[in-house]
């Protein structure tokens, strides 16, 4: 009942889809009964979680803020969903977020942009703002978003809460709407870090049905509940020197994080500065990738398998694909498309695809020198703290150029967090990304809570 009063009081902020009242009640009611009868609690006993409207929860709308599956139905559960349920988790509702998981502020949502609740002239990042509102204005005490370029970190970042996005691989995607197969991956936003490492507990390992998970076992993340073991550990740290020096990176930022990096040398971890020429290729790497990914994806939207089916006349077949995907998708998503169409097309396949499938490759090689002298690498998560509604809507590069701190993690598979530091003078939130080597979420996570 608190939830559900918060998020009628905070409607406004747009941060939800769909609320499941009635349900989201009665399974209340079941758990406590439950309880009050005995029955051994889950890890997550009536914990209230919000879904970014990307995950599948059988019985209940899937639209990925998209007019393309506005009347699609999930028939099954996620892999995700079913262990939250089976931990004692309540789900409240679906959350906004831009389209198809495409885009950094969340304006792309075929049902309204979602507002920053610290300043609701600004935008809450994306592409899963809509679940960091929710845990940033206290409507819900976890969400699950999707990262498949910084979709978790940045709005976390914009949002001044926690955001995990695990190791590509770490958690199942079954039932998550694919965008980039090989870059998307679930992830959580909390208030704190323990309270992430609880539910990546009970939401990662091994999945019949993704064959893209790792068999790795799952470590006892949530041991950090235990404020015994907030270690007093000495890292070995590094930063990216182009990342810091970046002209595109707000002054206020950076001096927040040089400021950092002192403190924690003043207490006793190294911090490193290393080279890292292929910063400014990262961005075109990645839209060059994802797009690609995207549109053999997306192909499945046609009217006919999945989506949106125009009221028209049509005279044949191709007509009819084409209206109902020309009037299912937004603006950006159709972009993508093209762009991922045209950089698979067999003329232009080696300048671009192959191109970037090189470079990918380069950044793994990076990634896996990095983490064999360091435990961690600290960066900004994005340029600028959470812009204006509507700044950054005329220039489309530069809203993907403010992607440069994220898509490394993607690009290379590794996990990252972003962490709610600071303020800067007019009281936005912002914070810094640590980013650790595959699989090594709890070394990332104990980290994490030391600096929190
Ligand atoms: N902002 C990035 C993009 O627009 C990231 C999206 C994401 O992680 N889903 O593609």
Redesign the pocket.
């Known amino acids: 009942n608190h939830f559900l009063l918060r998020i009628s009081e905070k409607s406004n902020l747009n941060a939800f889809l769909e609320v499941f009242e009635k349900e989201a009640i009665e399974r209340a009611r079941q758990l406590d009964d439950a309880r009050s009868a005995g029955a051994p609690l889950g890890k997550l006993h009536g914990v209230v979680i919000g879904l970014k409207d990307v995950i599948s929860y059988q019985n209940h709308t899937l639209s990925a803020s998209s007019k393309m599956l506005a009347k699609y139905t999930a028939v099954y559960n996620a892999t995700v969903v079913d262990r939250l349920l089976k931990e004692g988790a309540i789900i409240i509702g679906r959350q906004n977020c831009d389209e198809f998981?495409?885009?950094?502020s969340s304006e792309h949502s075929a049902y309204g942009a979602v507002l920053n609740d610290a300043d609701h002239t600004r935008v809450p990042g994306?592409?899963s703002g809509g679940s960091a509102v929710a845990v940033q204005a206290g409507l819900c005490m976890v969400s699950l978003g999707?990262?498949?370029?910084?979709?978790v970190r940045q709005p976390a970042d914009f949002c001044g809460v926690i955001g995990l996005k695990p190791s590509y691989g770490r958690i199942s995607r079954y039932g998550l709407i694919a965008?980039a197969s090989t870059f998307d991956q679930i992830g959580i936003f909390s208030s704190t870090v323990p309270d992430a490492a609880l539910v990546l507990e009970v939401i990662a390992g091994e999945d019949q049905m993704d064959s893209t998970v790792s068999q790795a076992p799952v470590e006892a993340y949530s041991q950090l509940l235990a404020p015994a073991v907030k270690a007093d550990k000495k890292y070995k740290l590094a930063y990216f020197r182009q990342a810091l020096e970046h002209p595109s990176l707000d002054p206020e930022i950076k001096s927040a994080i040089t400021g950092l990096i002192e403190r924690l040398i003043a207490q006793g971890h190294t911090v490193t500065p290393i080279e890292f020429e292929l910063l400014d290729y990262v961005v075109p790497t990645y839209y060059v990738l994802?797009t690609a990914e995207a549109s053999t994806n997306l192909s499945r939207y046609d009217g006919v398998k999945f989506g949106h089916q125009t009221a028209a006349e049509c005279s044949d077949l191709t007509e009819f694909y084409k209206r109902n995907r020309s009037e299912g998708f937004g603006k950006e998503v159709k972009k993508r498309i093209m762009l991922g169409t045209f950089v698979l097309s067999a003329f232009y396949f080696d300048a671009y695809f192959a191109k970037a499938q090189q470079i990918r490759r380069l950044l793994q090689e990076k990634s896996a020198e990095i983490f064999n002298n360091f435990d961690a690498l600290i960066s900004p998560n994005a340029p600028c703290v959470a812009f204006k509604l509507g700044e950054k809507q005329a220039d489309a590069t530069e809203m993907y150029l403010a992607?440069i701190y994220t898509v490394f993690a993607n690009l290379v598979g590794i996990p990252g967090i972003s962490l709610p530091l600071f303020r800067n003078n007019d009281g936005i939130p912002f914070g810094i990304q640590l980013m650790s080597d595959q699989l090594k979420e709890l070394s990332l996570l104990t980290l994490s809570d030391q600096l929190m």
Do not use: C, I, K, L
């Not at 999707?146 to 979709?151: F, L």
């Open positions: 998981a495409m885009g950094s994306g592409s999707s990262d498949t370029g910084g979709s965008y994802t992607d």
